[in-house]
């Protein structure tokens, strides 16, 4: 007998899959549980027409072209405070200036089976947190590291706290290399260890911070990982939530890994590098945490309602050594997508081969959204064809010359092939398999041809 839910979820699923095939619109099964997710709670929804105003019925619009700036501002208006905005295909820079007049609620990840980045936001948090008071059902256990030589005092209010709210927890002091200083391997360390040792989805808190009210919000979400972009780009590991999945196992570990490999990198880069490899390879569902909980103390900006007060300068300043470093990428995180030097997508192949190769996606800013849409699919179904021999396939979206010559280099030091195209250029049913004949590795392919 199936339960009253189970069809509800069925006939929701159903409809999206009929919404989506309708409008041409691909989208892997964690983008379409994540939409379901989004129906249930807000309501139905809807694919936008340019130009019109989204029905008071409608809980979740899609976008699927980039608005002008009039039509930017003519939707913010319109939207209601309990909705959001899904757009599928998220790695598109056209869709930037929209993106900064909402807040970001999440992302996820391009896949095979739909290689495009989901991104979701609306006005604000409350629609979709927890009512304030609300317990969990989800088991959540929240972890923290100190450096030993700060001592027990360091970690005492949050412990207290925790207790206070019944909330398991396990915070530990750490030997660390250099003294009261704690690099983020240790901290990434730490956090393996914990995800070894429990099975509960992990909630890492510093340790020094203080709690105003439950931390509950990330077990209410179903997401593989939360965390908070500081200034809308900067990745904050003072709060990171780990849901028990494949996915998050994937981020802590590569965040490590990166960790362990560059010590003197400052750990919300390290943090942010591990969350673009692991976005490119899987469809990693991510929720942007609300300020509420990375408020620094004595700020003027914090919330009014907080849940993590960290004690952070109001100036921010130890949020990294060097001011300008990474600054290539922060018009992409503050959009919460891959920047033009980061492979947008990473696919693998069944060819027993080590080889690889980089396909270059230029000129996408005078590009139209379902003509680059349509380009990103036919590359991809282009390698799951006939891959050519080759191993992995990475995809880099290039919007300036800049994020080219980046792309090809790293391309180059890796000993990649690489293809250069543009999103109105047919590519040929056997591309793959031609580059792959060819043995000048060092050479680039630039691709020729409109498309019919």
């Known amino acids: 007998m199936i339960s009253a839910d189970t069809a509800q979820a069925d006939g929701l699923q159903t409809n999206f899959d009929q919404l989506l095939a309708a409008n041409g619109i691909r989208m892997s099964a964690a983008q379409r549980r994540r939409l379901a997710w989004l129906s249930e709670r807000l309501g139905p929804a809807v694919v936008h027409q340019a130009g019109s105003v989204p029905a008071r019925d409608h809980g979740v619009i899609i976008l699927v072209e980039p608005p002008s700036g009039p039509a930017a501002e003519m939707l913010y208006r319109s939207l209601r405070a309990d909705c959001a905005v899904v757009v599928p295909f998220g790695e598109n820079p056209a869709f930037d200036f929209l993106k900064s007049k909402l807040t970001d609620f999440g992302t996820i990840g391009p896949s095979f089976d739909g290689p495009h980045e989901m991104w979701w936001g609306g006005l604000n948090w409350r629609p979709i947190a927890p009512e304030q008071g609300s317990r969990s059902e989800a088991s959540l ?162 919330p009014r309602h907080t849940t993590i007060v960290h004690n952070l300068p109001t100036d921010s300043s130890d949020l990294g050594p060097d001011a300008e470093f990474g600054v290539a990428m922060r018009a992409a995180r503050r959009a919460s997508r891959s920047g033009g030097r980061d492979a947008m997508i990473v696919i693998r192949s069944q060819a027993a081969s080590n080889e690889a190769i980089t396909v270059i996606m230029r000129d996408i800013a005078a590009s139209d959204a379902r003509e680059m849409a349509a380009s990103i699919e036919a590359v991809t179904g282009a390698f799951a064809a006939d891959c050519g021999g080759f191993g992995r396939l990475e995809l880099a979206l290039c919007p300036w010359q800049d994020d080219i010559r980046a792309a090809k280099s790293a391309a180059k030091s890796a000993n990649h092939r690489i293809i250069e195209i543009a999103p109105w250029q047919t590519l040929p049913a056997d591309l793959f398999r031609t580059v792959g004949q060819s043995r000048d590795a060092g050479s680039v392919v630039v691709m020729a041809g409109q498309r019919g």
């Open 141 to 302: 256990r929240v972890v923290s590291c100190y450096p030993r030589a700060c001592g027990d005092d360091r970690a005492r209010a949050l412990r207290d706290k925790l207790a206070e709210f019944r909330i398991a927890c396990d915070i530990a002091p750490i030997d660390t290399a250099d003294g009261e200083h704690m690099r983020a391997a240790d901290k990434s360390g730490f956090m393996l260890r914990m995800w070894e040792q429990h099975r509960e989805p992990l909630l890492f808190i510093e340790a020094d911070a203080v709690l105003s009210e439950p931390p509950l919000l990330p077990s209410h979400l179903d997401c593989d990982v939360a965390l908070h972009k500081w200034n809308r780009w900067e990745m904050s590991a003072r709060t990171l939530y780990l849901g028990r999945s494949p996915a998050a196992e994937t981020v802590l570990r590569n965040w490590h890994h990166i960790a362990s490999a560059h010590p003197a990198v400052w750990e919300g880069y390290s943090l942010d590098q591990a969350w673009s490899l692991t976005s490119s390879q899987m469809a990693l569902d991510t929720v942007w945490l609300p300020r509420s909980y990375h408020a620094p103390a004595e700020d003027a900006g914090t």
